[in-house]
Nanobody, 123 residues
Framework: QVQLVESGGGLVEAGGSLRLSCAAS????????VGWFRQGPGKEREFVAA????????DYRNSVKGRFTISRDSAKNTVYLQMNSLKPEDTAIYYC????????????????WGQGTQVTVSS
């Protein structure tokens, strides 16, 4: 079965850093596009970042460019989201997902989702 498990969330003060991990089973991450999405309290789920396949192209929403970095460790079958200079508006549940086709900025392109990990940034 395909399963995605996020970890690394927690409570951090503004300006701090966290690294989220998404470990996969049942598929090889390096063969798929992988994305991170988030949903803050009272907000819609939104695209955060993605790494494509086969070229490894990365995309980020404008508000996280220069602060967040998505990366893939094929040997560990894990995708990471390094988050620096965190802001209170980054507070959300963060989800990783595996794309089954289409534009990686769109939720509809993803067929598999993790359970999410909570990130809370205090001011």
């Amino acid at each position: 079965q395909v399963q995605l498990v996020e970890s690394g969330g927690g409570l951090v003060e503004a300006g701090g850093s966290l690294r989220l991990s998404c470990a996969a089973s049942g598929l090889t991450f390096s063969m798929y596009g992988v994305g991170w999405f988030r949903q803050g309290p009272g907000k819609e789920r939104e695209f955060v970042a993605a790494v494509g396949w086969p070229g490894g192209r990365t995309d980020y929403r404008n508000s996280v460019k220069g602060r967040f970095t998505i990366s893939r460790d094929s040997a560990k079958n894990t995708v990471y989201l390094q988050m620096n200079s965190l802001k209170p508006e980054d507070t959300a549940i963060y989800y990783c997902a595996v794309a089954t086709g289409g534009n990686l900025q769109y939720q509809a392109s993803y067929g598999y989702w993790g359970q999410g990990t909570q990130v809370t940034v205090s001011s």
